[in-house]
């Protein structure tokens, strides 16, 4: 039995969620995972972005439990180093915590505009443009992130930290047909056809609810 726990929300809707989760699986992580249905009140606010509080994921691990993805992520370097999920260079690294967090208290329009939905497509989605300010910063950093370090991934030869915080910004830019370079559009295809990631997917695409506020263009 696993002994570690990971409580979710869902995988077709759950960015957060997908964040965590993909972290917990390039660190090598055994876990089970708990999954809060979407007719909880407290999870469907949190999905609506209509809450402050961010607590799920969630990982309980030895008798700790920890929230906030980014906590999730620091605490996986501590306990599994092997896994890399920051560079071992410290310029790399303070370089992946930047971006990372940026990532994490940013972007708000783009979360907003674009909400993750694996199983919807939206061709010639219309993208308003504070969120087309986020999707060229977005860009930006892949771009800048692949020329220095060489890629295939942000950080070099295998995923980290930062490939799991954006991964679900790729999934946005499936879901609403945003037009990106070809660099970008090859690194979206690598974190899509990750194993981890496909896995995800696959779940998501059987999840029988929905959200229709999350369903609507904006």
């Known amino acids: 039995m696993a002994q570690a726990v990971l409580t979710i929300s869902s995988k077709n809707y759950g960015s957060w969620s997908l964040r965590g989760w993909l972290l917990a699986r390039l660190a090598g992580l055994e876990f089970t995972e708990k999954v809060i249905p979407l007719d909880d009140p407290a999870m469907r606010a949190e999905m609506l972005l209509l809450s402050s509080s961010m607590l799920v994921p969630s990982l309980e691990h030895q008798g700790l439990k920890v929230w906030d993805t980014l906590a999730i992520a620091e605490y996986l370097h501590e306990i599994k180093p092997e896994a890399q999920l920051l560079p071992a260079d410290i310029k790399a690294r303070a370089h992946c915590r930047a971006i990372c967090g940026e990532m994490h208290s940013g972007f708000a329009s783009l979360r907003s505009s674009l909400p993750m939905n694996l199983k919807a497509h939206f061709p010639g989605f219309k993208v308003w443009s504070r969120a087309q300010a ?44 945003v037009a990106i370079d070809k660099t970008c559009a090859a690194y979206c295809k690598r974190i899509m056809a990750l194993p981890a990631m496909m896995e995800w997917v696959a779940e998501a695409k059987k999840e029988p609810e929905e959200i229709d506020e999350l369903d609507a263009e904006f």
């Open 134 to 177: 986020d999707i060229d910063r977005v860009l930006e950093i892949w771009k800048e992130c692949l020329a220095t370090y060489g890629g295939p991934y942000l950080f070099g030869k295998q995923p980290c930290m930062a490939d799991a915080m954006y991964a679900p910004v790729v999934t946005r830019f499936l879901t609403y047909d």
